[in-house]
C-alpha cells in the first residue's frame, strides 16, 4: 500500500512539473491582443493552471486518503481494503517484462531506419513475445518474421513504401 | 417524414451502391474481429484504418469505419461469454451472466441473445436516430460560437466527472489531452505553440499516434508488467445453439429496456457504454420474478440480453451529437470526427445541409451494417470462436508492429515512433493508476475546436466574458455543466454524514 501511494504521489509531482514546465515554456508563445485581447497565450495559460492544480488536488488527496477519513472510498469500504482488492486483481509488478517490451520498441525505433522494416518489425514482435511470456519461442520467432514479411508486401502493394534492408529489395 | 424521404431517397441509394455495400461489409467483418480479439478495441482500429483510408472517398471510408465501430460491439460479447474476458468496456457486464451461462454449457443461446439483442437495440437505435438527428441539426443551426463553446465545456465536465471512480483523475486526464492539443500552429493567429523548436511538432500530434500509444503500446506494455499470469480459458460451444421458446420469452423485454436505456446514454455527452449496461443489468435483476431472481450470478439469459441490448443502442446514440453537433462523446467517435476532418468535412448541423449524401448515407448504411452483422454472428460465430484461439504473445506481438507501422507510416519519421512510445508509457502509467483515457482523447480532439469557438465567440462580442451567462441557451447548458461538477461530491458527503 505504501509503494503505490508513493507511486501516485510521484504522479501528481510529475504532473505539477509538467504544468509549471509549460507555464515556462508560455512565454515563448507571443501575445499580441488577438482578437478582443484574447490571444494564442489565453486557452495555454488556463490549462497549465489547470494542471497544477489539479495535480496538487491530486497530491492533496492521497495525502489525506492516507488517514483515517478517506476521500477516495466510496465511504464503505476503508482504504486498505479497497488497496487490497486493487493489489490483488492487479498481481506483482513484472518490471523484467516492462524492460523487454520497452527495449523492442527503442530497438525497433533505432533500427527501422538501418535494417529496414522486416527485421526491425520481426524484432519487434518477437520481443514483445518474449515481453509476454512466450512459452514456444522458435516457433514466435518464425511467425514474427512472415508477419513482417507479409505485410511489408502487403503494404507494398497497396503503395505504402517502408523501409527495406537494401532499396527496392525482398526484405 | 422529410427524414424519411431523405433516408430512402438518398441514403440507401448511397448505401445500396455494390462499392458502398462491400466497404459496410469490410467494415462490419474488421469490426467483429477485432470486438473478439481480446486487448484489440474499436478505437485502436478506427485509428489504424485512418491513414489506409485516406484515398478512399468520404463515404465509403465512413461507411465502413462505423461498422468497425458497431462490429466491435457485436464481436465484443462472444469475448465475454466464451472467455470471461471482455474486450470492450461495454462487454464486461455480459461476462457476468455469459460466461456463466457458457459454463454451464449454454453458450449457443448466450451468444444469440447477445447477437439477435444487438440487432433489435441497433435496428431501433437506428430509427430513433433517423428520426431525431434532422430535428436536433435543426436545432443546432441556432446555435452560435458562445453556445457551442458551453456545450463542449458539458462535454468536457460530463467525460471527466461522470466517467470513470474518480472525477480528479478524469479532469487530469483531459487536461493532458487539452495539452496535447494545444502543440503546434495555432490556427486563428499561425503562432507556434510548445514546438520546443522541432519541426515534427508543428503540425501538431497526430491522433494516430496518440490512439496507437494509449491503446496498443500502453495495452501491451500493462499486459506484460501485469498480466502475464493470468491466463483464461476458452468456453467450447457445446449443446443447442439456438435459443428455446422459454430463452425468446425471457429475452425479449430485457432487449427493448436496454435498449430504452442505451439510446439516451449515447446521446448524452456523458456517452459511453459502461453506465447504460451497469444500469440495464441492475433493472433487470430487479424485474426479475423471484425464480429468475435466484439465476442471476449463475447465468441469468436476461443478465445478457439487456446490457448487450443496452451497449449498442448507446453506441449508435454516440452518433446524434457526432453528426448534428460534432461533438464527440466516447474516444471512439472522437477518432471518427478526425476522420471526417481528414477529408475536411466539419460534422454538426450543417452537414445535412452540405453533406447529404454522406450523412444519409453512413445512416442507411447502419441499417444495412445491423443485418451483416447479424449474419456473421450468428451462423458464423465458430470461425470467429478460432480468433480467440490465437496465443496471446503473437496477438499483441502483431499488435504492436501494426501500430508502429502506423505510427511510422505518417511520415516515415522514427520521431513519431518516439512520441508513440512516450505515450505508450503514459497510457501504461494511466492504467496503473486508473486514469480513465476517455477525457484525454476527447480534450485532444475537442479542445482545439473549444478554442476556436472561444476566440469567435470574444471577437464577436468585443471580449464581453458575461456573454456565457447572458445568452439564455448558454447559461441553461452551463448550469448543468455546474450540477454534473457540484452535485454528486454533494451527495456523497450528505451519504458519509448520514451515515455518521
Known sequence: MIKRVSGEQWLAFGIILLGLFMAWQLQDIPNDAGYAGIGPRFFPSLVVTGLIVAGGALLMQRRHSNGPDTILSDGENDAAEVEAEDEFARGDADWRMFAIASGSLIAHMALIGLVGFTLAGTLLCFGICRALDTRRPTLDLVLSFALALGLFHLFKTLGLNLPALIPGGVL | MESLNALFSLGFATALTPANLLWALLGCTLGTAIGVLPGVGPAVTVALLLPVTQ????????????????????GGSTTSILLNTPGEAGSIVSALEGNKMAKAGRAGPALSTAAIGSFVAGSIATVLLTLLAPVIAGFALQLGPVETFALMMLTFAAVSAVLGNSPLKGFIAL????????????????????TFGLMPLIDGIDIVVVAMGLFAIGETLYTATYENKISGRIESLKGSFWMSKDDWKRSWKPWLRGTAIGFPFGTLPAGGTEMPTFLSYSAERKLANPETQKQFG?????????????????????????????????ATAAIMLSAFQQYNIVPGPLLFDTNPELVWGLIASLYIGNVMLLVL?????????????VPRPLLYGGIVVLATMGAYALRQSWFDLMLLYIIGVLGFMMRRFDFPVVPLVVGLIVGPMAEKHFRRAMSIHQGDLTVFLTHPISLAILVVTAAILIVPPLMKRRQKMLQA
Open chain 2, 377 to 389: 454472428n450468428l451462423p458464423l460465430v465458430g470461425l470467429w470462436v478460432q480468433f480467440l484461439k
Open chain 2, 175 to 194: 487536461l493532458l489531452g487539452l495539452s496535447m492539443g494545444l502543440i503546434g500552429i495555432e490556427s486563428q493567429s499561425g503562432q507556434s505553440r510548445f
Open chain 2, 55 to 74: 484515398s478512399v472517398d468520404p463515404t465509403g471510408a465512413l461507411i465502413m469505419l462505423a461498422g468497425v465501430y458497431y462490429g466491435a460491439m457485436f
Open chain 2, 298 to 330: 449463475k447465468g441469468a439469459i436476461e443478465g445478457v440480453a439487456g446490457p448487450e441490448a443496452a451497449n449498442n443502442a448507446a453506441v449508435t446514440g454516440t452518433l446524434v451529437p457526432l453528426l448534428t453537433l460534432g461533438i464527440p462523446t466516447s
